[in-house]
């Protein structure tokens, strides 16, 4: 399981998605063994399956430790540290996933100059070393000023590393998807009131812009593989024209408002992956 520092504002929807997959297992002939992640990092864990949502460094090393000498771990220990944000954009600038302009930086710099340059004014500044466990992780700047006044505070928190993605207008978008499976779930935060931090009221109010969702469908799977993912969710921004941009992405989020249907998949997702495993 997650521990509760990773799952700010949403302790119980981790804990529900994550007893429904296992039971969703076990209701197709599997054995599970439920640890919290302090118990996964204590013991020595024989289980030849690992299903996870880890989240703490000792646990993500941990993981690595383990599928490198031959475990099916699902999601991947390098796929969760590649869901941190400085190497999340790295890996979807990279490969050409639609993603906001961005510049990663040391907290301790003078980034105004740069900014101009780049031609932000209203951007989002965003902890570059690791999920966001904190509001104050993930912060929205109105202006180039107040965006080095929040980099600041940053390097004074101890966060030496950020990255600072220009600001999107349109509807922003949460979706939820599993690898290898058609579930693909997406939805307009604001309007259904599901928020984590509050940040949702920036973009405010969805205007409904039609978009194609099976090319964001197509686009988050693409995603997935690249990052090494099977189970994740994310944000997008769907602009005037319909193109979208992907503002997030996670591995294993809540699948708080589509828990039923998301299990089911998780569930079907892991048997494929070890019928793959023990194939090969």
């Known amino acids: 399981m997650r521990a509760g520092a990773y799952s700010p504002n949403h302790i119980g929807n981790d804990a529900a998605i994550f007893n429904a997959a296992a039971d969703q297992l076990r209701k197709r002939g599997c054995e599970v063994v439920v640890y919290s992640e302090q118990q996964f990092n204590d013991s020595d864990i024989r289980e030849e399956v690992i299903?996870?949502?880890?989240?703490?460094?000792?646990?993500?090393?941990?993981?690595?430790?383990?599928?490198?000498?031959?475990?099916?771990?699902?999601?991947?220990?390098?796929?969760?540290?590649?869901?941190?944000?400085?190497?999340?954009?790295?890996?979807?600038?990279?490969?050409?996933?639609?993603?906001?302009?961005?510049?990663?930086?040391?907290?301790?710099?003078?980034v105004r100059g740069a900014l101009r340059e780049a031609g932000f004014t209203s951007c989002w500044i965003k902890r570059g070393d690791f999920h966001a466990m904190h509001k104050e992780d993930v912060s929205y700047c109105r202006h180039i000023e107040e965006a080095q006044d929040v980099l600041h505070e940053?390097?004074?928190?101890?966060?030496?590393?950020?990255?600072?993605?220009?600001?999107?207008?349109?509807?922003?978008?949460?979706?939820?998807?599993?690898?290898?499976?058609?579930?693909?779930?997406?939805?307009?935060?604001?309007?259904?009131?599901?928020?984590?931090?509050?940040?949702?009221?920036?973009?405010?109010k969805s205007q409904g812009i039609p978009f194609d969702a099976d090319a964001l469908h197509a686009t988050c799977q693409r995603a997935a593989e690249i990052m090494d993912v099977r189970?994740?969710?994310?944000?997008?921004?769907?602009?005037?024209?319909?193109?979208?941009?992907?503002?997030?992405?996670?591995?294993?989020?809540?699948?708080?408002?589509?828990?039923?249907?998301?299990?089911?998949?998780?569930?079907?997702?892991?048997?494929?992956?070890?019928?793959?495993?023990?194939?090969?």
């Not at 390098?78 to 999340?88: D, F, K, L, S, V």
């Not at 996670?250 to 997702?269: H, L, M, T």
């Open 51 to 110: 299903l996870n949502m880890c989240r703490e460094q000792e646990s993500i090393s941990k993981l690595i430790s383990l599928e490198d000498r031959g475990r099916l771990v699902i999601n991947s220990g390098h796929g969760i540290q590649n869901c941190t944000r400085e190497r999340m954009t790295r890996i979807l600038l990279a490969n050409g996933i639609p993603y906001p302009d961005s510049l990663m930086v040391n907290t301790n710099e003078d």
């Open 231 to 280: 189970i994740y969710g994310g944000d997008c921004i769907i602009a005037a024209d319909g193109s979208f941009q992907i503002i997030d992405f996670n591995d294993w989020p809540s699948f708080a408002p589509c828990r039923a249907e998301g299990s089911v998949a998780i569930a079907k997702c892991v048997l494929k992956a070890i019928r793959e495993w023990k194939k090969n």
């Open 154 to 204: 940053y390097f004074y928190r101890g966060i030496k590393r950020a990255v600072i993605n220009r600001h999107l207008v349109g509807d922003l978008v949460k979706f939820y998807g599993v690898s290898g499976q058609p579930f693909f779930h997406w939805f307009y935060p604001y309007d259904e009131g599901h928020s984590k931090y509050g940040y949702e009221a920036v973009n405010g």
